[in-house]
């Protein structure tokens, strides 16, 4: 499926919810239309590689938390 056209506030929207711990993948995916690997693809091309690969591993870990506590 292709990639819906985000307008750069958007893009910050989308960003920031991805940042955030509270925000999953298929809140983003109602209000943006993007899947988990679109959001990875669009964080991986505004982050500095280090920041991609720091977000990647919190989100991994708050994933593994999660099995966790169900």
Excluded: C
Excluded at 5 to 21: F, G, Q
């Amino acid at each position: 499926m292709p990639a819906p056209t985000l307008n750069t506030a958007e893009v910050s929207a989308v960003i920031e919810m991805a940042l955030s711990d509270h925000v999953s993948f298929a809140s983003i995916e109602r209000e943006y239309g993007l899947s988990d690997s679109q959001v990875k693809e669009l964080m991986r091309d505004n982050l500095k590689p280090s920041s991609y690969r720091n977000w990647r591993k919190r989100v991994r870990q708050f994933g593994d938390r999660r099995e966790i506590y169900k």
